[in-house]
């Protein structure tokens, strides 16, 4: 049974002193009504709750049991969250709230609720710890969500939140007193902190940490993320997030039921980042290549969609860096020429992985495993005496390995068991692979070399049974790949006719570098009818 009461014994904390030690968690000295909140639930209609299901009809409540007399807006909420039945409901707003009262006073926080054991007389809140106090839960919970920042000055400044079926916890900590402007920047980060929080407590999670990109740099020298929390799947699997950002790289790194994924960004070399229109295109353009992928490798819907929310919060918010009149990112020693731009996705080096958990669903052959794992990169080098004399270069490369069961006639379900009447399948293993290099050189001011080597390879392996018979195997090979010199479509400029403006000219001009910039990007499907690819099967055809 839950009762749910309300008294009016609460009062705020006062305001931040500004000689307030912040390096230790401190009850506030001065105190004002405000209301509170008993709730009494009983263990096992508590750990039911948690399962979904509904609690022992005439248990014997228990009081909840907190570790400080704290009262404030965090034990408010916690007060409030403790009987929701998900994680989801424990943890909301928990996180926003930590970072806004920590912004607004400057104080460290540690707090614990936990359920009183059987046959324990209701405590008022306002009297906590007149009988007994509850056991730290710091560290040690089944599901636990930390956030760790460093600010410029070195001051280190972590949040951590814990939750089991009996308990909730929150503690913040600072190793020392923190400026106004730190503290704001702190504040700013309450509601993406939250939004991560959210995401990773929903069955299946999602990594919504965009946001956690956006700190205010100047203030902040890194922040970190890690998360652990279990599943309600049977059987019940610890999910894990680890997340890093600082000025110099971004990485991630998420493993769940579905599978892991992890994405790596390169935060020290952004001289060829592009504008946000550039970024945009290249994001769309990658976002297609893992959809194409997903459906040639029959990947887990809900894990993909985990990779690619990370993907594209990994590779936004680059930052407040120089940005040139061309719209992009000024290297350390020039700007970048439109047309080097051109041939540039616009941005910052990646790698990036998924692989979904490995399953045998055929009993009778168990080696035959469902599978799905794909890689995909891209790596920059910008080199050179001076403007006059540079290089530039850049490669993309994507991998997919996969394997699959798939019924005889389309449509048709698939039940593989130990019979053989069962057996009657095509068993497929793809191998696919594709890169796009581009390469550009200036000598003495003048573009010399510019070339585009692109090539793409597929390989569907196909085992066929029927009764548990193989009675066909077959291997479809695929190869496709280009070659293209950009030196004349760089540095061409057409008049055009006598009745155009300059400004006319010249966005001819950027169209034709538009064009230019739409064949670079990473193409491991290609399709030889959209004219993007001149394929000769015979040898690489040039496109000139």
Known sequence: MTSISSIPAWNPISARSSAAVT?????????????????????????????GLQGA??????????ESKSQDTVSALMGRNFASSSLAGRFSGLGAALLKQFQSDGRGVSQTVHLAPPGAQPTPYDAVGATASAPALHGVGDN??????????????????????DGLAVQMTSSGELSDVELRALGGLSAAFQEAIDGMAQEPPQLKLKGLTQFDSSVLASVDLRAAVKSTSEPERTQTLTFHADGAQRKLSFSGVSGTAAVSVDMSKLAGVGSAQQQAKAMDSYLKQFDQAASRGKGDAALMSMFKDAFVGMNSNYGAVAQPSGGGVQSGKWELAVEDRAVLTGLADFSASVTQAAKSSNPMRPSEQDSFSYQVSQSTSITGHSEDDR??????????SASFHMPITPGAQLRLDGTLQSQNYDYHQINDSASSAVDLAYEKGRLVKATLNQSASQSTHIMRYELGKLVSDTVTPGQQSLQRDLVAALTSYQRGTASQTRDERIEQRKQMLSGVN????????????????SIDKARAGAMQ
Request: proline fraction near 7%; charge should be neutral; hydrophobic fraction near 40%.
């Open 144 to 165: 636990k969500v930390t956030l760790s920042i460093t600010t410029k000055s070195g001051t280190q400044v972590q949040v951590a939140l814990d939750s089991q079926d």
């Open 57 to 66: 009809a005439g248990a014997t409540a228990a009081p909840l049991l907190w």
């Open 391 to 400: 290089s530039i270069s850049q490669q993309q490369k994507s991998e997919l």
């Open 23 to 51: 390096n230790k968690v401190e009850a506030p000295a001065s105190q004002a009504a405000m209301p509170s909140t008993i709730v009494n639930l009983t263990p096992e209609s508590m750990a039911a709750s948690r399962r």
């Open 518 to 533: 739409e064949q670079i990007f990473l193409r491991a499907y290609p399709d030889p009818q959209s004219g993007v690819w």
